[in-house]
């Protein structure tokens, strides 16, 4: 196992209301990713990070805020939840951006919002 | 920005038998990496086996190999002595030689072993 845990892996929430994942790492890993999984779509990446208060955004980072306060832990906010953020996130993290050393994947986040 | 096509939505392989998945990539960079994750009904993301691209070598691991076509920008997946537990979605997967922003995947290939 990579030493990646997500939180919640699964969670219920209505129309409007905010909800924060975590991912927190025991690895000490530089980089780390969310990605979204939907059918047809594959895993798009929503945010990522290269440090500690370092984000940048990815392909579908709409609606999405991350933050990064310590090097351990990452994580996703929909400030106001929508249907369409109905999927799957997965949390990743990669020791170096530039070695081409394997991303390493959560478990996953199984989110509905009704 | 790259892109990865898979262009087999489903693939089905008897048991013991061999199975080539297909990966498309384009991009405009000399030297990346490609992977190929397995994700089984668990969803777990297991990494089944990666390429740098400066190695003309065709990456091997165990029954899972690649072909490797950099000038074609082909990366295939073959599958030898199929088992049922390599019933799965499959991803190919593309990560530049910066690699900052991760990996960009193509949509998947789910493959059904038959016994």
């Known amino acids: 196992d990579a030493g990646i845990t997500q939180s919640p892996r699964h969670k219920v929430t209505e129309t409007g209301t905010p909800v924060t994942l975590r991912c927190h790492q025991t690895?000490?890993?530089?980089?780390m990713y969310w990605y979204r999984q939907d059918p047809g779509h594959g895993l798009r990446l929503i945010h990522y990070?290269?440090?500690?208060?370092?984000?940048d955004k990815g392909e579908v980072s709409d609606g999405y805020s991350v933050s990064r306060s310590k090097t351990e832990d990452f994580l996703l906010t929909l400030e106001s939840a929508t249907s369409s953020q109905t999927s799957v996130y997965f949390c990743?993290?990669?020791?170096?951006?530039?070695?081409?050393?394997?991303?390493?994947f959560g478990e996953g986040s199984w989110l509905t919002v009704v | 920005a790259q892109t990865v096509t898979q262009s087999q939505p489903e693939m089905s392989v008897q048991e013991a038998e061999t199975v080539t998945l297909s990966c498309t990539y384009d991009?405009?960079?000399?030297?990346?990496?490609l992977f190929w994750y397995k994700q089984p009904p668990s969803r777990q993301m297991i990494l089944v086996i990666r390429?740098?691209?400066?190695?003309?070598q065709n990456a091997t691991e165990n029954r899972f190999s690649v072909n490797f076509q950099k000038a074609a920008k082909s990366f295939s997946l073959k599958i030898s002595d199929s088992q049922l537990g390599d019933a799965a979605m499959y991803f190919c997967?593309?990560?530049?030689?910066?690699?900052?922003?991760?990996?960009?995947f193509g949509k998947g290939t789910h493959l059904i072993i038959q016994p």
């Open positions: 990743a993290i990669s020791p170096t951006g530039g070695s081409g050393n394997t991303i390493y």
């Open positions: 690895e000490n890993h530089r980089y």
């Open positions: 990070s290269y440090g500690v208060k370092d984000t």
């Open positions: 991009t405009s960079e000399s030297d990346y990496y």
């Open positions: 390429q740098e691209a400066y190695k003309q």
């Open positions: 997967a593309y990560r530049s030689l910066s690699g900052a922003d991760g990996l960009t």
